[in-house]
């Protein structure tokens, strides 16, 4: 075991800092660091919170970070991941006017990190990260994304569970942009709620989830409200089942800030209770498997090809004189040839 | 070369229906079918068609192949994959109100199609069924999708040209869901244009246009309109690019068409100049081959792993014993000795 991941294990900030660099920077470190910390991981809620820029995530994600603080007994990691889009311009995520109201508690982390490469990758580097703060004991991971892409969606997967936040005065355009992400969400946050348009947004919104939950129709039977109630006993198992609650805050006053950690805990509960923690865990980690095995027999193929081999074979598909299935057999024999 | 596939190219219909039949059926006479017609495709024009459901898809797509046949000699096929969505219970299809107005012309072909299976299973078969007609020698294949999800982003891919098809009467719940879609399109259509909220509704698109497109920010310099310019020279390079245009029809009155068939004309004679056409063709060809490979690599893998031995190593990491790394190597180094 190297030096950096005992002493992360033991509860030292500075190696927890120089661990999530070599993993985020994917270097040969990092990736034996991750393999030596995945006996210590697998106990951290991970929570994402996601929408678009303005909504005020970065305010709210502080907000629940104090208040877990202060009214429980769980240490908690911030990742806040700014993909640097070129139409918003990339939000500056002020990681440093965050430390004046979280410095000095070593019960809280803030991380943040820009997109590096493709969207698979950054989602991929986030996963890492999260891994790091799981081992080295955090109770919670707040996983903040800005934008509406597939990369929030892939961050969103990652989570146990996913916060979509929106505010009434985004505009129709904005809120649309971010309607894909709705059916993802766990638990849906109105910030800003004292602004005006606040029952429009939130007639929208539960529009949208109705479409968004198509399973959950049953549930119209008994009357509109009964879809958004926050938890139900779907009446044909015993399985309990969740409909995401939509939650209204002020994060600027600290207004909802309990009902959001509230429901972040019921969440957690019926995650526990249906089983559907383990089986996310168990989805996660056969792709993850899948993925791995995929990366390591697709690069020995490829090395095992004679050279010219693929590209002579590709261009008679690209000409149409192979089809891509008689190509691949083409390959596949070669190999063993 | 297997009699069906003989006979579909001296054109005759009947192989065609039998053909299709097989190839979404994915038997195994279909494979080889597919294998033996490729040689014969990749001239065909594919055009996918989607929109929220109500928005009049079906009548836009009757009414262009109707003009498209009347003022040109191209030969059409109609692919209308109906999703079967439990929320919107299920378009009804009307092949057969159709057949009243295209029947009765062999340079027609309808074809409709129900979700089978998975997400990728579906657009896998879509793809399929086009190289069946694009082989039988149709000059256009328009592929009409329902919905808003992940699968109609993945057959618009299969298409050289993408209409979204919006109606300014279906309400921002509707547009919202939409929204992700934007992304892939190559012209916008808002159909039912003499509807109240047509303003609103382009206003709206303009909006999500400028931002599901901000590698075209330049041109926000030079003004509103010419961002949606149907076809503009970007100055830094020779490149043609292509400016999604927005579109106004009454379909069920014949407005529009015209235009809308001048557009599709123009984005493939953009797609031929620019080398978009053939950049498109070779990424999916690789993507089918990687796919394939994939496929096959790894269903050999599993084939050549000792019984069990997947999920002995496998439930160590669900336990957190091994890592997902140290497992695929175990899996590896297992498999050679």
Known sequence: MTNLVETLLTGDRLSLSRLLTQVENGTEPGHSALDEL????GRAHLI???GAPGVGKSSLVNKLALHL???SQKTIAIIAVDPTSPFTGGAVLG??????????DPGIFIRSMATRGTLGGLAHATAALTQVFDAAGFDMVLIETVGAGQAEVDIARLAHTTLVVESPDMGDDIQAIKAGILEIADILVINKADRPGLEHTERSLRGMLEMAHPVRHVFHHHGRTEVLASRSADSDQMKPTWIPPILKTIASE???IPAL?????SHAQY???SGDWHQRERFRLENEMDALITASLSAQFRTDLPAGKYDQVFNLVLEHKLSPGEAVRALMNGRRT
Chains 1, 2 share one sequence.
Do not use: N, P, Y
């Open 48 to 50: 994402g919170v996601t």
């Open 69 to 71: 603080r202060k009214h």
């Open 38 to 41: 995945f006996v210590h991981t």
């Open 261 to 265: 950690a509230e429901s972040i805990s």
């Open 271 to 273: 995650l526990a209770e």
């Open 254 to 256: 600290g207004i909802g």
């Open 95 to 104: 990681d440093r006017v965050r430390m004046r109201d979280l410095a000095g």
